[in-house]
């Protein structure tokens, strides 16, 4: 059974139209919350798509690229992500060259690149972001087992964000939430979390965003 009929089999018999009301706008709004930090970034002032530039920054239909001595930058056969230091700052790019915003696992450790805007997707090093602390060297130090849940739901929904908004990369800000909200109400097992309603587990809102990822359709 796929994850469609599954869902339908357990939406059976979980509570009133009324509840399954509520439930679902609390569940939407927190998926919306965790998605949102993956999905603002503004440009970077480089030619427009077509143009020939071989080195330094280029938009393209897929997202932001470096060319550094003729040839993009990207990540390498063995790694999912690659750091990369330009003009004094820190930025990851995928295994296509496409630069990576948000929360990122890499070599072990958990990075975060700015999603602000006229944070133009830096690392950021020596602050505190999501109430996590980073080092001067930009790798995240969990200060407990919620903290390490909590990345890991993070780069979770930054890698989701990449995934959903795929076909739009470019969008602003409010366009790529509406996207993000539309796809959560088409594919969201609401119902499904019925069964976890009513337990005291501090990190239920990071298990909910977990549960609900891995039940999508």
């Known amino acids: 059974m796929d994850n469609c009929g599954r869902r339908k089999k357990e939406e059976e018999g979980l509570g009133s139209p009324e509840s399954f009301r509520k439930n679902c706008s609390r569940f939407l709004l927190i998926w919306t919350a965790f998605l949102l930090l ?57 295994k296509k060259g496409i630069q990576v915003t948000g929360w990122r696992k890499i070599s072990g450790a958990y990075y975060f690149f700015n999603v602000r805007q006229k944070g133009k997707g830096y690392m950021i090093t020596d602050s505190t972001v999501n109430k996590i602390r980073l080092l001067k060297n930009g790798k995240a130090r969990p200060g407990s087992s919620r903290d390490r849940k909590k990345l890991e739901v993070m780069v979770l929904c930054s890698e989701w964000a990449d995934e959903i908004l795929k076909e739009n990369p470019l969008a602003g800000k409010n366009e790529k939430l509406k996207i993000i909200y539309d796809y959560l109400r088409r594919n969201l097992p609401y119902r499904s979390i019925g069964a976890y309603r009513g337990t005291e587990d501090p990190d239920w809102d990071l298990w909910a965003v977990k549960y609900v990822y891995n039940h999508k359709c």
């Open 38 to 94: 993956a999905v603002s970034r503004e440009a970077f002032p480089v030619k427009a798509a077509g143009s020939f530039q071989k080195n330094g920054w280029e938009r393209t239909e897929k997202g932001y690229v470096y060319y550094k001595d003729g040839k993009k930058i990207k990540a390498g056969k063995t790694e999912k992500y690659r750091i990369e230091k330009i003009d004094g700052r820190k930025y990851a790019f995928n």
